[in-house]
């Protein structure tokens, strides 16, 4: 009789308390469905839950263009072309960031095989080269070239990547790397390491994590954290990697851009001056996928991280940010009405490729006004104008190839 009561007792505490977690579960946390729209998208727990879901209000930066160039910071939206920052801006309902960057002009992206693919461009960019699609850091004859992070680093300069991709994933690695095909990406995690790339963050834990490559990362004496929460630890001085994701970051993976920006230029700020680049990554997945919607969320994460890199540039002068893309990807049109509503997926004519449209260069900072005077420039010309200003600064140095 009392292990009846007893057991009626605990059928009826059982149910009570999974009511109270069915309950609880559907009134404080969004459903988890893979379908769902990316609506769904949920910023860094770094920052404020204001910033959920807005777009950043721009303003007019004030940025110190008489000062010799001690850093720049290189901002590239993967596949951003002109016509999905119009789109932005129609769904942001106020300027992009890039908007209140005071010079700009056009840029022809081709590479050596037709239109580009993110490794021929990165090269164009990084080495002043037209190469093959694939290349990364070489010519079409396979004769390496030095990079931009080469360059700095022959200088003295202290140098950083932060990408939402995986950390060897073309873009970065067309910054510092030499390969005559773009996914040896355990050879350009190598390549990144050896020329001792001072803070490098991003996804690709899949190529950080393997044995041989710790030891490697041991040997060159970084600090390497794989956590948003780890951030914190990292000391200004010492080199460090972060790879938050084991493959790329969905944009609702720790931490966000910004916040990788941000711990970036904290670590990399110094009197030896520095080269950033920062990649979002996702903008051309996403149009590949001819996905409006997640386009949109990382062009707002894009916008985000352009505008604190531009307040940033405020507080430090000698800085020269300039934001610019591969390439265009999707055919993006612009839709006649205007109207949010209408920047959607019916806004892509290319099938997901990627096309030969121009995109824009924008430039702020340190001596911005005395870079280009063309309507439009090739994108192996990105990279003579940032020679041209870091020889300026820190004088011509024999050529480096650190790999
Ligand atoms: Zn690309």
């Known amino acids: 009789m009392n292990k009846k009561i007893l057991s009626l007792v605990l059928a009826i505490l059982l149910c009570i308390s999974l009511f109270a977690c069915t309950g609880n579960t559907e009134s404080t946390e969004p459903t988890t469905d893979s379908t769902a729209p990316s609506a769904e998208y949920v910023e860094a727990s770094t920052e404020a839950q204001s910033d959920v879901l807005e777009w950043v209000q721009c303003k007019e930066y004030k940025l110190d263009e008489d000062v010799p160039v001690k850093n720049i910071i290189l901002m590239i939206g993967d596949g951003m072309g002109e016509n999905i920052i119009k789109n932005a801006e129609i769904v942001k309902g106020s300027p992009y960031a890039t908007s209140y960057m005071p010079y700009s002009c056009y840029v022809g992206t081709d590479s050596l095989s037709g239109t580009t693919d993110s490794a021929a461009a990165s090269t164009a960019i990084s080495c002043g080269v037209k190469t093959l699609n694939k290349y990364i850091g070489m010519d079409a004859e396979e004769t390496p070239v030095e990079t931009i992070i080469e360059f700095a680093k022959a200088r003295d300069m202290k140098a950083g990547l932060v990408a939402t991709h995986i950390i060897p994933h073309a873009t970065p690695a067309g910054m510092v790397a030499h390969v005559n095909y773009r996914d040896l990406f355990n050879n350009i995690t190598k390549q990144m390491i050896k020329a001792e790339v001072d803070v490098m963050f991003g996804g690709g834990r899949e ?17 390497y954290i794989e956590r948003a929460e780890e951030l914190s630890t990292l000391e200004k001085g010492k080199k460090a990697i972060g790879a938050f994701a084991y493959f790329d970051m969905t944009s609702n993976v720790n931490p966000s851009l910004t916040t990788m920006t941000q711990k970036a230029l904290e670590l990399l700020e110094g009197d030896e001056g520095f080269f950033l680049m920062v990649e979002a990554s996702h903008i051309d997945i996403f149009e590949a996928q001819e996905d409006m919607d997640s386009t949109m969320i990382e062009m707002q994460a894009f916008d985000k991280c352009i505008d604190y890199t531009l307040r940033w540039a405020e507080e430090h002068p000698g800085t020269l940010v300039l934001v610019t893309a591969d ?11 205007g109207l949010p509503e ?62």
């Open 207 to 223: 190529y950080t994590d393997t044995e041989k490559m710790q030891a490697r990362i041991k040997s060159g004496d970084y600090s």
């Open 327 to 337: 390439h265009e990807t999707g055919g993006v049109i612009v839709p006649e009405s």
């Open 342 to 403: 209408d920047v959607n997926n019916d806004c892509f004519t290319s099938e997901g490729e990627h096309t030969s449209a121009d995109v824009k260069l924008f430039a702020a900072g340190a001596q911005a006004g005395n870079l280009f005077t063309e309507y439009k420039i090739e994108n192996t010309d990105i990279a003579l104008i940032m020679r041209k200003a870091l020889n300026d600064t820190y004088g011509e140095k024999p050529v480096t190839l650190l790999n």
